[in-house]
């Protein structure tokens, strides 16, 4: 909820971070001046962990915007914290990547101003749910990974979509993941970079010994289960890096898309590309390369009257 019905905001605060701890009460007075009622968290992962025992109440039942000052992590325990209940996030990047936390901070109160003002773009980010055969549920925004100990030995997973087996992983595991998920973990294993306001479900095996495996993109509605078959030690379920679930030989996860996505407010104008080059590095030259920046407009009109 932005514009003239936000009364209260939520600030989620890494003050782990010295720049954070700066510009905090800048912020508070900001908020304050503008006749809001203001709640400061400074402890993400803990608020997260709190909310989480008690996923049947909102959050926070009073506030209706979520500004988080920090890096995606920083989103991630968010957008946690808020799994039951979803209210709009809006992210101000203090981290390195900040592809969910898109605000640069210096442009913080210019974009605040456009959310009271109700004119923020809002992106609805898909969600996933993991439901263990041992019980247990579990939400993702960003993705489920399946992953062996950092010194065990090779992990066997089978996958199936549906009703229908569709292979074996042996390796160090398989990550699921959104496509707001497909720029983190299942990026830097190889995976391919989807939209974020795309709908599809990345799955990537992570240093697969059967080298014609390869990351797939699955329609959203897939229902995919994975199912631990090998595992020479300790093996973990992770979700969005956070939340951590011990599997056993025989033991699987469900995952499925989550019928409600996150609404992840973002700046009018805001280039995708243009993060996606700044992030990793595409608009790195080489030394003497005249040839970087976009090519000359390529005038189109001149195949109208074309053979074709």
Request: glycine share 10%.
């Amino acid at each position: 909820m932005t514009g003239s019905d936000l009364t209260s905001v939520l600030v989620l605060a890494d003050c782990r971070k010295e720049a954070v701890r700066e510009f905090l009460p800048k912020l508070e007075e900001w908020l304050g001046k503008r006749k809001l009622e203001v709640f400061i968290e400074s402890d993400i992962r803990g608020y997260a962990q709190r909310s989480g025992h008690a996923p049947e109440r909102a959050a926070s039942p009073v506030a209706q915007l979520a500004v988080v000052l920090g890096g995606d992590g920083a989103i991630l325990g968010a957008a946690r914290a808020f799994a039951a209940h979803p209210i709009p996030i809006l992210g101000v990047n203090f981290g390195y990547l900040g592809f969910l936390s898109s605000t640069p901070h210096p442009r913080c109160f210019e974009v605040l101003s456009t959310a009271l003002a109700n004119n923020c773009s809002v992106e609805p980010r898909m969600r996933l749910i993991a439901e263990l055969n041992s019980g247990g549920t579990a939400v993702a925004l960003n993705d489920v990974v399946l992953q062996r100990g950092s010194h065990q030995g090779l992990l066997t997973v089978s996958m199936s979509i549906g009703e229908e087996w569709v292979t074996n992983y042996r390796g160090d595991g398989v990550i699921v993941a959104t496509p707001s998920g497909s720029t983190a973990y299942s990026l830097a294993a190889g995976g391919p970079v989807m939209a974020p306001s795309m709908l599809g479900i990345v799955v990537t095996p992570l240093s697969s010994q059967g080298l014609s495996n390869r990351p797939i993109v699955l329609h959203p509605d897939s229902e995919l289960v994975l199912t631990v078959t090998v595992a020479s030690g300790i093996t973990t379920l992770v979700i969005d890096g956070q939340g951590f679930y011990p599997m056993e030989p025989g033991s699987s996860v469900r995952i499925r898309r989550h019928p409600e996505p996150y609404p992840i407010l973002v700046m009018d104008g805001l280039d995708p590309y243009r993060r996606l080059r700044e992030r990793l590095g595409w608009a790195t030259e080489l030394p003497g390369d005249r040839s970087a920046g976009p090519p000359p407009p390529v005038d189109w009109s001149r195949d109208s009257e074309g053979p074709y």
